[in-house]
């Protein structure tokens, strides 16, 4: 089964850029299909974006298109979500899973996950 670690977390000014990357090991990561989803406190875990194995079909929440952009490296066998025009209310802990199954919007058809990686901006 495949291993994910996430980096890339950090506090930024809204307005502001961060970028992610989830790093995968134990297996390659071209067999899987990627998303990143995201929690807030007291909130339930919510759908951010997917990508198919190949890296040619995307899917975006409503509350990030347009500014999120999620894209992978087979090679280096990662997958990374590039955050711009960052606004406060997308503060939460942001996931990387991966599911052998086709790209899927709820958490439950993602098996595999990482530990999570603080995103805070500030206002």
């Known amino acids: 089964q495949v291993q994910l670690v996430e980096s890339g977390g950090g506090l930024v000014q809204a307005g502001g850029s961060l970028r992610l990357s989830c790093a995968a090991s134990g297996r390659t990561l071209s067999d899987y299909s990627m998303a990143w989803f995201r929690q807030a406190p007291g909130k339930e875990r919510e759908f951010v974006a997917n990508?198919?194995?190949?890296?040619?079909?995307?899917d975006y929440g409503t509350a990030v298109k347009g500014r999120f952009t999620i894209s992978r490296d087979n090679a280096k066998n990662s997958s990374y979500l590039q955050m711009n025009s960052l606004k406060p209310e997308d503060t939460a802990v942001y996931y990387c899973?991966?599911?052998?199954?086709?790209?899927?919007?709820?958490?439950?058809?993602?098996?595999?996950w990482g530990q999570g990686t603080q995103v805070t901006v500030s206002a």
């Open positions: 990508i198919n194995r190949r890296g040619d079909s995307t």
């Open positions: 899973a991966a599911a052998m199954l086709q790209r899927s919007i709820y958490p439950p058809h993602y098996p595999y």
